[in-house]
């Protein structure tokens, strides 16, 4: 019943003749050791890859964050815009005429002074149109500081 190659110990336990068979069928060969973990020159890669992925991600949201304070200003320059045009619904035109100047802070619906906004500038320019064509500019200079109000 044994495999006649395998020399078997009569007077050994069975459990140390199984085990002494299964080394046998199976040698084990000696694998050179390599040490688990990563290498210098792989961790520094890793490190580089990932810092060139968070250095775009902060310039994503520096961009981001522009784009954001360049919208306000435009929406805070149109509601500037909405208000004299809401004032002026009332008034005649000789009225309107004496809005044909520059506002240093800018003036709300009301004509009071709008004191926060302090450095924003609000130049109302008074035309005769055709009321059958009529228009809205605004214009926000490109120079004002972003984030101011």
């Not at 009225?95 to 009301?110: E, G, H, K, M």
Request: charged residues 15%; proline residues 7%; negative net charge.
């Amino acid at each position: 019943m044994s495999d006649p190659g395998i020399p078997l110990d009569i007077g050994a336990p069975i459990f140390d003749v199984i085990a002494d068979v299964e080394s046998q069928k199976h040698p084990r060969t000696k694998r050179p050791s390599r040490a688990r973990g990563f290498t210098l020159i792989e961790a520094s890669l890793a490190s580089v890859i990932i810092g060139v992925g968070f250095l775009g991600m902060l310039q994503l949201l520096a961009a981001g964050t522009m784009t954001n304070l360049e919208g306000a200003e435009t929406t805070t320059a149109v509601n500037l815009t909405k208000n004299i045009r809401e004032m002026t619904l009332t008034q005649t035109y000789s009225q309107v005429s004496a809005l044909n100047r520059t506002y240093s802070p800018p003036i709300d619906s009301r004509g009071q002074t709008l004191n926060e906004f302090s450095n924003w500038q609000q130049t109302v320019s008074v035309q005769p149109v055709d009321p059958n064509r009529l228009t809205l500019d605004v214009s926000v200079p490109t120079q004002a500081p972003c984030g101011s109000q």
